[in-house]
């Protein structure tokens, strides 16, 4: 079983920074794309940023500059530093990441909880 725990959520003004981690855990073998996906109120999910086990970043347009992701594959701990927040990045994020898990090595993505981003105006 694989378990994806994230922390740092919360609310923060217009223009503020907060930092998302999700670490998982359990039956892992090998960890292909982790990343962060977010839904607003009446949205559909939609992809914030991926980082592949070398490091290679994918940014959705709407963020980049602004937020960074970043892993840490001994932790294997996902972060999302994000900076210069606007009212419109209000949303849940969720955290996601492929696994390979042991000892069958089967792959599957894997979703975290969520952690509610709030930005005021």
């Known amino acids: 079983q694989v378990q994806l725990v994230e922390s740092g959520g919360g609310l923060v003004q217009a223009g503020g920074s907060l930092r998302l981690s999700c670490a998982a855990s359990?039956?892992?073998?090998?960890?292909?794309?982790m990343g962060w996906y977010r839904q607003a109120p009446g949205k559909q999910r939609e992809l914030v940023a991926d980082i592949t086990s070398g490091g290679s970043t994918n940014y959705a347009d709407s963020v980049k500059g602004r937020f960074t992701g970043s892993r840490d594959n001994a932790k294997n701990t996902v972060y999302l530093q994000m900076n210069s927040l606007k009212p419109e990045d209000t949303a849940v994020y969720y955290c996601n990441a492929r696994i390979i898990t042991s000892p069958r090595y089967l792959m599957n993505d894997y979703w975290g909880q969520g952690t509610q981003v709030t930005v005021s105006s």
């Open positions: 359990g039956s892992i073998f090998s960890i292909n794309v």
